[in-house]
């Protein structure tokens, strides 16, 4: 077995934990990532607003990868939004 399969295999444990507790606690991660990019805009006077913003949506964006959203859409807690009905079709 290579290093690398040697390793997927000790951590795999590590990763279904995390999953989890990202599915538990989602909402309380988004709630402390927007707290604290709110703290560092302030700090910071608005001076990089729009790269907090990005950081703070990507990070946002790998905590439903890791809570097992598979469409980049989970509300965090691991469920995804309510779709909004397709509007008719003009016939």
Same mark, same amino acid.
């Given at each position: 077995?290579?290093?690398?399969?040697?390793?997927?295999?000790?951590?795999?444990? $590590? @990763?279904?934990?995390? /999953?989890?507790?990202?599915?538990?606690?989602? #909402? *309380? &991660?988004?709630? !402390?990532?927007? %707290? =604290? $990019? @709110?703290?560092?805009? /302030?700090?910071?006077?608005?001076?990089?607003? #729009? *790269? &907090?913003?990005? !950081?703070?949506? %990507? =990070?946002?964006?790998?905590?439903?990868?890791?809570?097992?959203?598979?469409?980049?859409?989970?509300?965090?807690? !691991?469920?995804?939004?309510?779709?909004?009905?397709?509007?008719?079709?003009?016939?």
């Amino acid at each position: 077995m290579g290093f690398l399969q040697n390793l997927k295999a000790k951590l795999a444990p $590590a @990763k279904d934990k995390v /999953s989890g507790l990202a599915q538990q606690h989602g #909402d *309380k &991660i988004d709630h !402390g990532l927007d %707290k =604290a $990019a @709110k703290v560092v805009d /302030s700090k910071t006077k608005g001076k990089y607003s #729009d *790269k &907090i913003q990005t !950081g703070t949506g %990507k =990070a946002k964006d790998a905590l439903d990868r890791l809570a097992g959203s598979q469409d980049g859409k989970g509300t965090g807690d !691991g469920t995804t939004p309510p779709s909004s009905p397709s509007p008719p079709s003009a016939s």
